[in-house]
């Protein structure tokens, strides 16, 4: 569907008109200075705060808000506009309590510490298949594959389809705010793709989380059911993949065309988990959404029960009343209490997963390939909607 | 100097033990508590960078 352009962002804001899409901190900027909580008659109506406090208040304030919305599309029913349940970042509590229990464990800094080596020769791997070619693309031949390997590793699937689980993003995530049906088609072809190993995991337990799910119990003591399990899975899926490919590109792309940065951070390689934590607020992927289930008012602005809102994550990591210099990528920055996984109940649960994907795919990155350039700045391409990173990151460096 | 985890708080982003781990310990659901004891001198400073990260505002320092 076509829209008109945008041409006032404070009352008709619009994520996917392709001038926010290019460079979205320009307009987060202005919103936070003149009009923090901004409304768009687009999309059925929707609130678009952008200060850090007031996405802080929103996050932590489930009672008001639901995690019943979490896409901002032009689909007007409600709940569940994503089409199915994807426990627990579609749920609030108590069930989302429970079920995000569950999974708590899977994702421990513990578990995700024995990760860490597969995670480094899964990195070379990739690096092994074209750097001998003085070039690639970045995002597709590695940020993209990164994630990936490792979350179907953890999940018990094979990795090989790692194009059709690309597509099946691609339409779920970031065509789905415009792509009426076809949503529902992705969904179903997914869910049907991904009941077949849950069906060969019932036969064949092993050490991974489709078994871990089969034999989760509720604290009522019941399994979860078949749709329940999907839905986690489905969600694993999307969630590992596009935000941390999304993440690994954009700090790529910073320090593809900011050398300081690309040697200092090779000079000094104690900085990498201060580096990493400041691309993450600098680049954090992730808008979420939520819809209000009791009339209420944030910063002056009535809510009613049904209206829906963005929580630009992005923006709030921006705000200047929090962080100092907020558009400079500082490397060795201190304080900073960025919120690129969110806060509060649904902080994301794969978070210490993510940050060790990020620092270890730049380690092995900038060990192995230690000066690159980005050939054609006009040939960078970023996604649309609620993951932001760039889609195509054309590099080049000696042969190796 | 002690450190305190509110638990009500904590939502197990893990930065605090990131940044000190010998100052918070993390239970298998991942969210923190405090190690026993006061904080050793030089690991102050590692403290206060604890708390000056967590996004929950879930960590005081007792001085
Ligand atoms: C840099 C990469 C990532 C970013 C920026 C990111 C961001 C987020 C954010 C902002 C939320 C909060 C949602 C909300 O407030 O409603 C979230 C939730 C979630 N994320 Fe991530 N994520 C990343 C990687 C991952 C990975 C690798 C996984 C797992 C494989 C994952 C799984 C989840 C899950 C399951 C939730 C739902 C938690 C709940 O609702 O309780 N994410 N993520
Ligand atoms: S940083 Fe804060 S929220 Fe995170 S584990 Fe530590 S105390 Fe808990």
């Keep these: ?400 | 100097m002690r450190v305190v985890v509110d638990a009500e708080r904590c939502q197990g982003h893990n930065r605090c033990h990131a940044l000190a781990p010998v100052l918070f310990d993390i239970d298998d659901l991942g969210y923190a508590t405090a190690a026993p004891g006061s904080v050793p001198a030089d690991l102050e400073a590692a403290a206060r960078l604890a708390e000056a990260n967590c996004p929950e505002h879930a960590i005081t320092i007792d001085p």
Excluded at chain 1, 153 to 176: K, V
Excluded at chain 1, 247 to 267: E, K, Q, Y
Excluded at chain 1, 286 to 297: K, L, P, Q, S, Y
Excluded at chain 1, 338 to 352: D, E, M
């Design chain 1, 1 to 400: 569907m076509n829209r008109p352009p945008v041409t006032d962002w404070t009352a008709d804001f619009d994520h996917l008109d392709p001038t926010f899409v290019a460079d979205p901190y320009p307009i987060y900027e202005q919103l936070r200075t003149d009009c923090p909580i901004a409304h768009t008659d687009r999309y059925h109506g929707v609130w678009i705060p952008t200060r850090y406090e007031d996405l802080a208040a929103i996050a932590h304030d489930h009672h008001h808000f639901s995690s019943r919305t979490i896409l901002v599309t032009d689909r007007p029913e409600s709940p569940h506009d994503l089409g199915f349940h994807a426990p627990p970042i579609t749920e609030d509590p108590p069930y989302h309590t429970d079920i995000r229990r569950l999974l708590l464990p899977v994702f421990s800094p513990k578990v995700v510490a024995d990760y860490e080596p597969i995670t480094r020769a899964m990195a070379n791997d990739l690096i092994d298949g074209f750097i001998t070619d003085g070039g690639c693309d970045a995002a597709t031949d590695f940020a993209q594959h990164v994630p990936i390997k490792v979350i179907t590793r953890m999940l018990g699937i094979p990795d090989s389809d790692h194009a059709q689980f690309r597509d099946w993003i691609h339409r779920l995530i970031e065509e789905s705010p415009i792509a009426g049906d076809a949503t529902f088609e992705a969904i179903f072809e997914i869910g049907g793709y991904l009941a077949g190993h849950v069906d060969q995991h019932r036969t064949s337990p092993r050490d991974d989380i489709i078994t871990h799910l089969l034999e989760a119990r509720m604290p009522d003591g019941r399994p979860l059911t078949d749709e329940e399990i999907l839905g986690v899975c489905i969600l694993l899926l999307l969630a590992g993949i596009d935000t941390t490919w999304s993440a690994i590109g954009s700090s790529l792309l910073h320090l593809a065309t900011n050398p300081d940065d690309r040697r200092r951070l090779r000079d000094e390689p104690d900085l990498i988990n201060s580096a990493t934590e400041e691309f993450l607020r600098v680049f954090a992927p992730v808008t979420m959404a939520r819809e209000v289930i009791e009339d209420t008012e944030v910063g002056g602005c009535p809510m009613r029960k049904g209206d829906r809102l963005l929580l630009p994550f992005p923006s709030g990591n921006r705000d200047p009343e929090i962080f100092d210099r907020p558009d400079n990528v500082v490397l060795d920055r201190e304080a900073n209490r960025h919120f690129a996984f969110g806060v509060g109940i649904h902080r994301c649960l794969g978070s210490n997963l993510a940050r060790m994907e990020l620092r270890v795919a730049l380690q092995t990155w900038l060990e192995r390939i230690p000066e690159f350039t980005l050939t054609d700045p006009d040939a960078v391409t970023w996604s649309a909607g609620q993951v932001r990173g760039p889609r195509t990151l054309p590099f080049a460096f000696t042969a190796g």
